[in-house]
């Protein structure tokens, strides 16, 4: 089971981390991604962080400002969002594959519940 928390409201600029717990699992042994969704579009791959070796690729919207991290002692997964923008509203979702590097939303099989960031202007 996964969940993701952290979201709020917060000034364009400005900053937020999202978690995402696992439990029943050992997060580092699943490769984790980070998708968000806007009323009326399609859930959109933000980042994710391969299994074991930990590599991060990130969409090209929030590269450079976003940073997947995994806290393994903690079975934590972290999504560190800067300088962020109005456009980076959403709701943020945390999934799990066995698989490895992978974009698609549907190959994930473990979804965590959704979290709001809101981002004022």
């Known amino acids: 089971q996964l969940q993701a928390y952290g979201g709020g409201l917060v000034q364009a600029g400005g900053s937020l981390r999202l978690s995402c717990a696992a439990s029943?699992?050992?997060?580092?042994?699943?490769?984790v991604g980070w998708f968000r969704q806007t009323p009326g579009k399609e859930r959109e791959f933000v980042g994710t962080?391969?299994?074991?070796?930990?590599?991060?690729y990130y969409a090209d919207s929030v590269k450079g400002r976003f940073i997947i991290s995994r806290d393994n002692a903690k079975n934590m997964v972290y999504l560190q969002m800067n300088s962020l923008k109005p456009e980076d509203t959403a709701v943020y979702y945390c999934?799990?594959?066995?698989?490895?590097?992978?974009?698609?939303?549907?190959?994930?099989?473990?979804w965590g519940q959704g979290t709001l960031v809101t981002v004022s202007s």
């Open positions: 962080i391969i299994r074991s070796v930990g590599s991060t």
């Open positions: 999934a799990a594959t066995a698989r490895g590097y992978t974009l698609a939303d549907r190959l994930y099989d473990y």
């Open positions: 029943g699992r050992t997060i580092s042994t699943y490769t």
